[in-house]
């Protein structure tokens, strides 16, 4: 879902909703496999200055990202006791991933303005500041995402310039 608004001549801002599952793998020497996913919803609120005139425009944007999980699951737990320590579980009862975390978003972009309407396509390097780990049994554990965006964006209100 998006959804965007003008608030200057060039310049807007839009809400993006995106499901995003992260997680990890972990093989042994035996070719056992731990896995978990971790699935956030992502809403980034991003400001996008257009750097041409009407028709084709370059967008960038940067953003502050919020992350909200919604589910945190063991996918497969063949193994442990290996030394460094395997990964931890995260999908268990007595496991407590933070619920929220947040990021910065950065990106360019072009898009085509159609009357009320405009198709947009972006590339974003997004990196996530916090780690998923709540209960400090790993040291460090963040994100980073490469996205490509195409969206289809509408005028919620007209601009008064």
Do not use: H
Request: hydrophobic share 35%; aromatic share 14%; glycine share 8%.
């Amino acid at each position: 879902m998006w959804q965007s608004i003008s608030i200057q001549k060039n310049a807007g801002i839009e809400l993006n909703i995106q499901q995003l599952t992260l997680g990890f793998r972990q093989l042994n020497a035996n070719e056992q496999l731990n896995q978990t996913e971790l699935t956030y919803l992502k809403m980034p609120l991003l400001a996008s200055f257009f750097c041409r005139k009407v028709g084709e425009v370059s967008d960038q944007v940067w953003t502050a990202s919020g992350f909200f999980l919604l589910q945190a699951k063991d996918i497969s737990r063949q193994f442990d006791g290996l030394n460094p320590p395997e990964l931890p579980t995260y999908g268990g009862s007595g496991d407590n991933p933070n619920r929220f975390m947040y990021g910065m978003t950065a990106g360019a972009g072009i898009s085509k303005l159609f009357g009320k309407s405009t198709i947009s396509g972006e590339v974003r390097f997004a990196y996530d500041f916090t780690n998923p780990e709540a209960q400090d049994r790993i040291y460090d554990m963040n994100s980073t995402n490469l996205e490509f965006t195409l969206a289809y964006l509408f005028r919620i209100r007209e601009p008064k310039f």
